[in-house]
């Protein structure tokens, strides 16, 4: 909540439309590790996410390689203005068509 507070009165003081997009990360066998096999597997896709998004948007700002769709946070103004629905052109890999229009949109 807090985050969301400073990044609100910084899109204010800015004279920005909109803030950052937020992006959550997965994290697999967290509560318990049935499979070790598994759990090292998982283990791979969280740091993956963890490394090619996290340079990708610290580096450039942009959606270079897409975007991770899970605990996306954004504004409603970029709800309102982008959207999250865009049919069957957008149904493939929402999370990276979402990322790419907001992207074209300036966001």
């Not at 318990?32 to 993956?48: G, K």
């Not at 390689?65 to 946070?73: K, L, P, T, W, Y």
């Not at 979402?98 to 992207?103: H, T």
Request: with cysteine; hydrophobic share 35%; glycine share 10%.
């Amino acid at each position: 909540l807090e985050h969301c507070s400073r990044e609100q009165a910084a899109v204010q003081h800015r004279g920005q439309k909109y803030g950052h997009i937020g992006q959550g990360v997965i994290v697999y066998n967290v509560h318990s590790q049935e499979n070790l096999l598994c759990t090292l597997a998982d283990t791979i896709r969280v740091s993956d996410d963890f490394g090619k998004f996290a340079v990708q948007y610290r580096l450039t700002e942009q959606p270079l390689i897409g975007m991770h769709g899970s605990f996306v946070v954004c504004s409603n103004a970029v709800e309102q203005d982008v959207g999250f629905d865009w049919g069957v052109p957008g149904s493939i890999t929402e999370d990276t068509f979402f990322a790419m229009k907001c992207s074209a949109a300036g966001v």
